[in-house]
C-alpha cells in the first residue's frame, strides 16, 4: 500500500517567510526609510501648533504604500536590467522568486490603495501629490536612466516631492517654506546619487544605463559636479538664518554638518575613486536626518 510523506510544517513556514520577505524586498524598504523621514519632517514643519500625530500616521502610511508600489513597479519595469548587474542580479524578480505577472499586481495594488488611502482620510492635494510622484518616477525617470544622463537631474523631482507630500498633509497647501524644503531634498540627491554612479559606473553600464556623461571616462567632471552640488546644498540650509528665523544651534548645526558633507566630497579628488565615493554616500545619509533634524527641533 503507497504510503505519502508528510508534509513538514517548518519546511512550509520557511517558504511562506521566504516568499514574504521577497515581496517585502520589493517595496525597498531602505529607500522607504527615507522617503518616510522626509515625509514626516515635512508634515511636521507644515503643521502649526502642536503635531496632529493621527493625521500625521495617516499622511505616512499613505506615502509609504505608494512608495511601495512605486518601487515594486520600477522593478517589474526593470526587471530585465536588473539581471545584467551584480548588485541587482538576485532581487526577486531576476532571480526568478516571484513572476512579473505577480509584481505587477502586487504593485498596482499598493499603488492604487496609497492613493485612495491618502485622499480619503488626509486631502486630495496630498493624493495627487504623491500619485504625480509616481507617475513622473515611472514613466520620465525610469525609461531615461537608459537615454540620458540627465535622468539624475529630472529623477530628483519625484526624488524631493515627499517633503511636498508631508507638507500638503499638515497644512493642505504648499507656501514659499514648502518649497524650500523641496529645494534642499532636491540638491542632496546630486551628490548622493552622483556618488552611488561612480560607484557602480561598470555595473550600470553592463545594463545599458546611462547614469554618467560618456565623456567622463575618469569620472573627474563628476566630482567636480558632487563637490558643487554639496556647497550649493550647504548654502542653501543657511537660507533660514538671513531671516534670523532660525536659533543659532541650527546655524551651528548647518554649518558643522556641511563642514563633514563637503570633506568627503573632496576627498574623492585624492582618494582611491570607489571608496571615496562610498564615504561620500555614507556622509549623505548621515547629513539629511541631521539637517531635516536642525529644522524640527529649532523651527521657530
Partial sequence: MATTNPVNPRINANRILCRLRDYY?????????LILMTTSA???????????????????LGTLLVASGTATLNQFMER??????????????????ISAREAFWFGMGLSVAGGVYLWLTVNLLTAVLAVSTLLSYLLIYTPLKRKTPLCTLLGAFPGAMPTLIGWAGAANSLNREAWFLFAVLFLWQFPHFLAIALMYRED???????????????GQFT??????FTVVLVLATLLPALGSSYSLLYVLGVIASGAVFFYYAAKMFTGNSRQAAARVVHASVMYLPVVLALMVFCKP
Fill in 25 to 33: 524586498t520589493l517595496t525597498k524598504p531602505e529607500v522607504n526609510l
Fill in 42 to 60: 515635512g508634515f511636521v514643519l507644515g503643521h502649526s501648533g502642536p503635531v496632529h500625530w493621527f493625521g500625521l500616521l495617516n499622511t505616512v
Fill in 204 to 218: 550600470y553600464a553592463r545594463a545599458g544605463y546611462q547614469m554618467l556623461p560618456a565623456f567622463d571616462r575618469d
Fill in 80 to 97: 530585465r536590467y536588473d539581471a545584467e548587474m551584480r548588485r541587482t542580479a538576485n532581487r526577486p524578480l531576476p532571480a526568478g522568486r
Fill in 223 to 228: 566630482r567636480y559636479e558632487i563637490v558643487s
